[in-house]
């Protein structure tokens, strides 16, 4: 299993607009053989900065979550 971390600070005005995109990808994501989970969390300590984390069996369904089109 491989676990992918990857921190974001979205600027105010864009936030809801990147969690919008994000909703709408979330069945691509899951449609991707070897995609197990993700997670989003915000940060207590510095606000506006968020973590995503996903799970995936392994690397090879990582690469085709980052080789979709739309994720780019």
Not at 24 to 46: A, K, W
Not at 51 to 57: D, E, K, M, N, P
């Amino acid at each position: 299993m491989i676990a992918v971390i990857f921190e974001l600070w979205p600027k105010p005005e864009q936030r809801d607009a990147y969690f919008e995109l994000a909703a709408e990808l979330r069945p691509l994501l899951e449609q991707i053989d070897g995609f197990i989970s993700v997670e989003r969390f915000e940060s207590v300590s510095e606000p506006g900065k968020f973590v995503s984390l996903s799970f995936w069996r392994d690397e090879a369904a990582v690469a085709a979550w980052r080789s979709l089109a739309e994720h780019r």
